[in-house]
Structures are given as C-alpha cells and as structure tokens.
C-alpha cells in the first residue's frame, strides 16, 4: 500500500533529481528518465509500503549485484579463499579505477564493491560455464526477493557489453596476475549480474532477506547467517563508492547503489528499502535516493549507530 510519509518524502527529495545525471556511459541507461524517484519498503511481517514511482518501475542492478556474487562465493569458497584474492578495506578512489590496484604489489583489489573487486568475486562464482554460473546467481536474487519471475535485460546486457572498455581492461589487468581466469567469460558473468533487472519491491526483499540475516521472507534460510552479516558489514563500509563514509554517518544504514540509480539498503531486524531515481551524483550514487534515504532514516530512526 502507499505510505502518506513516503509520499510526502518522495515529493520533498523529487526536485533533487534535477541534480543529477544519469550513466549515459551505458548507452541503454542513457534512455532512463531522469526524474523518477520511487521507494518500497517491507517488514519481517511482510507489510509492504510503496511511495512515489516504486509499483511501476523497474531497473538494473548493476553493482547491487555485486552484494549476491560475494554471498555466492563465500557459500562457494568460504571467506579464507575469497579474501585471499580481494581484500576488505575501503577506497577513497572511483569504483572503476586502476590506480591502486597499479600501486599494489602484487595487485589485489581492496574490496568486492569496486569493479576490480567484483570481477574477482564473479570469476569465484562456481558453474560450468557463463549460462551456469549467472543461472546461479539468477537463482540466488529470486529466492531472496521470493520472485522467480526476475531476468537478466538483454538489451541492457549487450550494451553495456559492447561499451565495457574500462571493464575489459581491469579485467585484462587482473588476468595478467592470475586474479581471474578466461577474460570474456569473466567479463560477461559480471555484465549479466549487473544487467538483472528488479523493481523497488524486488530490492527491499533482498534487503528483508539480509536484514534476518539470511532468512526470506518467507522464512526460510537461504543464506548462512555469518555471511549474511559478513556482507552487511561491506555495504556500511564500501557499498556507496567513495562516498561511503559519509553515508554511514548521515544515513547510517547498510547499503548498495547501482549506476542504474537503484539503491539496496538493510536495516538489520527491522526492514529492507529499495529504492530508484537514475539522475546520479558525481560519485554514481542516486542523488535524490540519498537523500530521500537520509530523510527516512532520521523520520523513522533507522540509523545502526
């Protein structure tokens, strides 16, 4: 059902849209209309409030994506073995550089949140091949939205594919110290995750799903526990770009924001938000999703901290 405070808070943050900018780098993403903003918010008794936009839109996730590859390579490999390719630490750097990686020897990527990171994480994910391995993840994202209706967007898939420059040549980067395996498989593993399309609903079920620490919203356990707070801790220190220390301490929830303009945030026992407006900042995170976050967060004292 419509909330009257989301409704009221999606209209305060609205002009914030006009701000922003959205990827036009992805030429599909280029054609997303700069001026929605929507959020859905569930509880763990599955009381679900919309505002704004959130009932008829939906989206990519691009790198929201990369919280469900680490939760599937820390089920596959555990933490020793993927922390011993990527690291945990958080960078003051955009998430798509290749300076530190340059200034590290041997070259390690500093989280999974960064596209270096993710490659990393997505080369670990097991399966017999791309179709396999993406199928998995597919699976992953729809038992923790409890919707097996989700898909990868083709058209999505194909052009930020064909215009990946800066993510073929980290990934080049990282083949040439062994960090990932065939470079094009890797690559288009990453492109499907980030291409998998959801709506608000979709992303505040997945946040549900963390929050009970892996359980979905229907109860079941999907994801082991540790893991489940292991990846919350990632979103509060790395799910925000470089701009993830500030997050945490103006809106202080654990979070993910992807270049589409989706944000994935989890308040841990109480409930996952999802929320999407494409006009990014000049970090790549939704400029008006921020704030319209921060508001709610203060509204109904979300904060962790």
């Given amino acids: ?63 929201i994506s990369k919280v469900i590859s680490l939760v599937l390579a820390l089920m596959d490999h555990g933490e020793e073995t993927v922390f011993s390719q990527v690291g945990m630490e958080p ?40 179709e396999d391995r993406v199928g998995r993840l597919l699976d992953l994202v729809r038992a923790m939205a409890d919707n097996p209706d989700i898909e990868v967007d083709e058209e999505v898939f194909r052009s930020e594919y064909e215009t990946a420059h800066r993510n073929r040549s980290i990934a080049y980067f990282l083949k040439e110290y062994d960090q990932i ?24 079920r997945i946040g549900l799903s963390l929050a009970q620490y892996g359980r979905s919203v229907t109860g079941e356990q999907i994801i082991p526990q540790s893991i489940a707070r292991l990846v919350k801790t990632f979103m509060v220190t790395c799910g925000m770009y470089n701009a993830s220390g500030e997050f945490a301490i103006r809106v202080g929830i654990p979070a993910k924001s992807g270049v589409s303009g989706g944000i994935l945030a989890s308040v841990p026992g109480k409930m996952g938000i999802g929320i999407y407006s494409p006009a990014l900042d000049d970090k790549g995170n939704s400029r008006a999703g921020v704030r319209l976050l921060q508001s709610l967060s203060r509204a109904w004292q979300l904060s962790i901290f």
């Fill in 1 to 63: 059902m419509r909330h009257p405070l989301l409704e009221e808070l999606v209209a305060k943050h609205r002009p914030d849209t006009k701000g922003g900018k959205v990827a036009d780098y992805i030429p599909a993403l280029s054609r997303q209309n700069p001026s929605v903003l929507g959020i859905a918010t569930v509880t763990p008794d599955q009381e679900l409030m919309y505002g704004g936009d959130a009932p008829e839109v939906s989206f990519t996730m691009q790198s």
């Fill in 181 to 204: 395996g065939d470079v094009e498989e890797t690559l288009q593993v990453y492109v499907r995750q980030c291409a998998i399309r959801v709506t608000c609903e979709d992303l505040a």
């Fill in 91 to 130: 960078t003051g750097d955009p998430f798509n550089s290749l300076y530190k990686l340059e200034m590290m020897s041997p070259p390690k990527p500093l989280n999974p949140m960064i596209n270096a990171g993710a490659m990393v994480v997505s080369s670990l994910v097991k399966g017999s091949g791309v």
